[in-house]
């Protein structure tokens, strides 16, 4: 029997790919995007069609995780096998500006959401999107076991909603799953997060279309891994023969500074021409290492990643290009 699933955040970089992957497995999918007045669904836009048409396996329903009673009905309605939970507002510096839309959206959102499901009395898996921020200041390397110390209102909104999501599984028997995913990136990342920012500047200023490309802390120590990699390890431990949490990471980390460096060697620039420094772009704390320990994933579900830093910056580099498709 076709699987049906739900996705939140659908329209988001994560959200794009896993939709890809669950359709390329054969199942239905629903995704939840918000009413905007302009086009949000770019990134998902090329797997659409009409949904009179019989061929159809992909819906889109307007709704929001700040609305429970809405999540009850699209939940009663669609009566999914597996539910993703990948919407938030997702942008660490953002948060310190908006800590408290932050809470409303990236922290209770996932109550409404697991609330939701236990009151209809679905018998789905429940996928949660947690974050190696909410590791924070704690020393790397960071796996399943490491003390949460989340350093900014988007990280303390993160560490709600995974125990929040363990309290679920634990009181109700929800098959409910953490998947404690460190920095992953792609073209398809959005134009104000710091990876993808510099990408299109390296690719821009190579093409004579910018001048001078302003960043923040360069030190910190991130480990990047490719989104399209990642999601497989969503879709797995939604498989698993019992619900557990994971960390998804490279196990390898690399600075700011790193980073820019493999994107402007993509186009055979000295970053140092180019890079300027602006104190807006400083958090008002800083998280200084993130380095995850995914053996735990390795070895239960059988996901590693295969692309590491150094490739991905050079991937969303070349895919910035003027005559490189923009969501590959």
């Known amino acids: 029997m076709t699987r049906t699933a739900l996705i939140t955040g659908i329209t988001g970089q994560d959200g794009s790919y896993l939709a890809e992957l669950l359709l390329e497995k054969g199942y239905t999918v629903h995704g939840l995007i918000r ?35 809405r999540l009850v009905t699209l939940l009663e309605r669609i009566d999914p096998d597996e539910v993703y939970n990948l919407a938030a507002q997702s942008h660490v510096r953002v948060s310190f500006d908006e800590p408290e839309f932050t809470g409303i959206t990236t922290g209770l959102g996932s ?52 125990w929040m999501t363990r309290n679920y599984r634990e009181a109700y028997g929800l098959f409910a799953v953490n998947g404690i995913l460190f920095n992953h990136e792609s073209p398809r990342r959005g134009e104000t997060f710091v990876t993808r920012k510099i990408a299109m500047a390296a690719a821009r200023i190579a093409e004579g279309r910018q001048n001078e490309l302003y960043l923040g802390n360069l030190d910190a120590v991130r480990d990047w891994g490719y989104a399209k990699e990642y999601v497989e390890g969503m879709w797995r431990m939604l498989q698993a023969d019992s619900a557990d949490d ?14 820019v460096q493999f994107c402007f060697e993509a186009v ?20 200084d290492a993130l380095i995850g320990d995914a053996s735990k994933a390795e070895r239960l579900i059988g996901w590693k990643p295969d692309t590491l ?8 580099t070349r895919a910035e290009l003027a005559d490189a498709p923009a969501n590959a």
């Not at 990134?43 to 709704?63: K, N, Q, T, V, W």
């Not at 429940?126 to 790397?140: D, N």
């Not at 830093?309 to 969303?316: Q, V």
């Open 111 to 162: 109550t409404r959401l697991l609330e939701a499901i236990r009151m209809v009395g679905l018998q789905c898996r429940f996928y949660q999107a947690s974050s190696s921020e909410m590791f924070g200041a704690t020393p790397p390397p960071q796996d399943e076991e490491t003390p949460f110390y989340p350093r900014s209102p988007y990280g303390a909104a993160k560490v709600y909603s995974y």
């Open 309 to 316: 830093t150094p490739e991905l910056a050079r991937l969303m």
């Open 268 to 287: 055979d620039l000295d970053w140092e021409k180019y890079v300027r420094f602006d104190e807006r772009y400083l958090r008002p704390t800083e998280v």
């Open 35 to 69: 009413r905007a007045s302009t086009f949000n669904t770019s990134r998902i836009d090329h797997l659409y069609r009409d949904p009179h048409d019989p061929e159809a396996r992909m819906f889109l329903h307007y709704g929001d995780l700040t609305d429970g009673s």
């Open 246 to 259: 994971y960390v998804l990471a490279t196990g390898v980390g690399y600075t700011v500074r790193d980073f």
